[in-house]
């Protein structure tokens, strides 16, 4: 189809969907470790001994937790590879979104966010499948954000 933009991050979602997908496989493994444990016969402490056979189940929950958690920060998170909400990412340039040089006029900014904005709005899209749209959908949230950042300074 003419007119329509090559979209080459659309590439990159079946990698952020298996990144979401191995997060919620790894806190569902780590889970089911700790409930199989509590409820396992065989302990540290034996659960026979009240609140002190407890501890020891405590303990392993606790650091179980704290591993799930130390493990989970050091993998990329699938939710910030799409702008849409929060701060940009360190580096974000707001012209290189919009394809203009620093000393772009009031009028050369609005008009290359008009072009980018027509080049990439989500409707213009909107028959070329759901990746795609979701991608276009990134691109003017960047598009719109570039502009309310240049436009207030």
């Known amino acids: 189809r003419r007119g329509v933009p090559a979209l080459p991050e659309a590439r990159r979602s079946g990698a952020a969907g298996a990144a979401t997908l191995n997060r919620l496989l790894l806190i569902g493994l780590a889970g089911l470790a700790v409930a199989l444990y509590v409820r396992s016969p065989i302990d540290l402490l034996p659960d026979g001994l ?37 701060a940009p990412p360190p580096g974000w340039d707001p012209y290189a979104v919009l394809g203009i040089r620093r000393s772009a006029s009031a009028t050369e900014i609005t008009q290359a966010y008009r072009a980018q904005m027509k080049r990439y709005h989500p409707d213009r899209v909107a028959d070329l499948g759901p990746e795609l749209h979701e991608v276009a959908h990134r691109k003017a949230v960047d598009i719109q954000r570039a502009y309310e950042e240049l436009g207030s300074g």
Request: a positive charge; aromatic letters at 6%.
């Open 50 to 86: 009240g609140l002190l056979g407890l501890l020891d189940d405590l303990a392993v929950t606790g650091l179980a937790m704290w591993w799930l958690r130390k493990r989970l920060r050091t993998q990329p998170r699938a939710e910030s590879a799409g702008a849409g909400g929060g």
